[in-house]
């Protein structure tokens, strides 16, 4: 993959212009690949649907996956995401309001990498989402690719 790209997987129209102004605030300019349901991302990461033919060994370098999701729920994605050999290793982080401690539970047992409340407030969510790309885009040392 030549570009570090962010796949976000987020339903709410609001919380995907946040998340790209957050982004853009952050001086963050990689690549954002937004799907708006579980399903949709499945067919993204795995190359079905309308993203049949796409190259899935192009993996995003990162992604943010919220919880409440139409059609398969963000734990199910994450589940299938750790349940194959080709995208077991892709770093996923939650970035959710959810504040069920279920949830949160749930997604570390999964394999979730990062668990993220989204914060009510603009200017720390700018701040966070910067903290991560910083991470995951600049410090983090990618995992190997199986396929």
Not at 13 to 37: Q, W, Y
Not at 47 to 61: C, E, F, H, I, Q
Not at 87 to 92: A, G, Q
Request: glycine share 6%; net charge neutral; charged share 25%.
């Amino acid at each position: 993959m030549n570009t570090k790209t962010i796949l976000l997987i987020e339903d709410n129209p609001s919380d995907i212009d946040l998340t790209k102004r957050a982004l853009e605030k952050g001086r963050i300019l990689n690549e954002l690949v937004v799907v708006s349901d579980g399903q949709e991302a499945l067919d993204y990461l795995y190359g079905n649907g309308a993203y049949k033919g796409r190259k899935t060994s192009d993996l995003p370098t990162l992604t943010l996956l919220d919880l409440k999701l139409p059609k398969v729920s963000g734990l199910d994605v994450l589940r299938t995401i750790r349940g194959e050999a080709c995208t077991r290793r892709l770093p996923v982080v939650i970035l959710t309001s959810s504040r069920e401690e279920q949830d949160m539970a749930a997604s570390y047992d999964l394999g979730v990498n990062s668990y993220i409340r989204k914060p009510v407030n603009f200017e720390h969510f700018v701040r966070s989402v910067a903290q991560l790309g910083l991470y995951w885009l600049v410090l983090n040392e990618e995992p190997p690719r199986v396929c």
